[in-house]
């Protein structure tokens, strides 16, 4: 059974950094690409940023230059940091394995001062 824990979520003031990570069991983790979403109230989940098997990288524009996704296969764990943060960046960030239906239970990130 695929399960996937994600941390790291909080409140944190505009031009601040948070760290969110994701471990996944149950799955073989360095054969997957894994993603980050954010969802609003009342909107659809937006793509945030995927890192594939191979390490390679894709960002949404929204967050290019101020995030970076990276992942540790030995820990079964990828990593959304998160710099320069705007109020705009208030979302629930979900992890999720790509070209799956397994997807973490979110985690709350509110910037505001």
């Known amino acids: 059974q695929v399960q996937l824990v994600e941390s790291g979520g909080g409140l944190v003031q505009p031009g601040g950094s948070l760290r969110l990570s994701c471990t996944a069991s149950?799955?073989?983790?360095?054969?997957?690409?894994m993603d980050w979403y954010r969802q609003v109230p009342e909107n659809r989940r937006e793509l945030v940023a995927q890192i594939f098997s191979d390490s390679s990288t894709y960002y949404a524009d929204t967050v290019k230059g101020r995030f970076t996704i990276s992942r540790n296969n030995t820990k079964n764990t990828v990593y959304l940091q998160m710099d320069s943060l705007k109020p705009e960046d208030t979302a629930v960030y979900y992890c999720h394995v790509r070209r799956t239906a397994y997807w973490g239970q979110g985690t709350q990130v509110t910037v505001s001062s």
């Open positions: 149950g799955m073989i983790f360095s054969s997957y690409s």
